[in-house]
DNA sequence: CTTCCACATGTCAACATCGACATATCCGTC
DNA sequence: GACGGATATGTCGATGTTGACATGTGGAAG
């Protein structure tokens, strides 16, 4: 139900869009938040215009199809945000990686995780910018509360990163002090 | 491939397991990092069997399995951490629904986002308990790294929602006093 | 000694998702 | 006017995931 409430978010946001439109919303300003391919998109949205949740209006030149939302829609949204529970499973691979770290050695570990610091410090100030750019007036405050998540989430994930690297690094350290035999060449250091 | 190498993960953590302790696993200690059913785990280590990066050691009593990694599973997940990109595709439904609050009128956004924020603020507290009873001196620190990211996001989440849940009563409380007429019953355009 | 629950493993159909293949048009550049 | 890139829409097979169905055992409580 996930992609089709983010269909119908995002043609709520926009007033109408084509197929074409909205998969690049889901590569540009929905990316931090949901992502879906062309393949997906327009399957889902052939169905939503048969349960009635959308209007699809053929017009081209490009054999293009402007699709709004119907009143259907916008109460099937509604009701899905406020009724329908929901779903809290977790799949984050950012998160498994960090509980497969100890498979590690302590530098291998820590300069993987420095890189997590720069991309998510990289991410979260791309976001930011992003909700800059929705401070104009015009669609009103979407994007905006989902940006401002999206830049406290990568500053986190930044956070945890730099902590971690910080703790392995000075753990390879003690390593290195603790024992000072020549058993460390086969991972290098950081 | 995540799941395969949380199982290898998770198998490398315990030493040896059966499909049932692993899928336990899924819903206990791995759920703020990654899901799965047994109907997923089952077939998956008969395959990661087949594929020589376990053993399975039938024993019962009950029909029971034990599988252990090889010594090719160990290095199968070293290579995939180090050397496979990390997927960075977000598919988060909190985020979803914060980019679909604007749908809803503030006074029921607000109430949407105080409950994600109470249960977002119970979930970093579970987990900061199950980090601080990892801190015992068994596994090396396996679920360490990812229980504190896992506190961290959950902490973030709490916060934003605090941030929006304020920011959205102080708006329904503008628009009661600026509009002092009662067009606020239905939901307002978007 | 029966009943119930946790243990334990599996299959299957339905749905979600991905990456590749396929097609065609509009438009600006060379 | 040929060519390429952005626009635009679609299908399809492979893989990942879910929830339901199916089956049987060991042990503890009553």
Known sequence: MSLRMALLGLLTAKGAANGYE??????????????????????????MAEA???????????????????????????????????????RNEVALRAFLLPSLGATAAAQLVREEEKFYRQRAEAIAQLRDSLQAPDTPGFGAYAAELGVRLSTAIADWAEWAAGRLESEAGDVREAEPDDREHGTHEA
Chains 1, 2 share one sequence.
């Open 52 to 90: 009635g949740l959308v209007t699809a209006e053929d017009e081209g030149p490009r054999g293009r199809k402007r699709y709004s939302v119907t009143e259907a829609g916008g109460e099937e949204l509604r009701r899905w945000l406020t009724e329908v529970e929901p779903s809290r499973t977790v």
């Open 22 to 47: 909205l998969t690049k919303a889901f590569g540009d300003t929905l990316s931090h938040v949901w992502s879906a391919q062309h393949s997906q998109v327009y399957p889902e949205l052939a169905r």
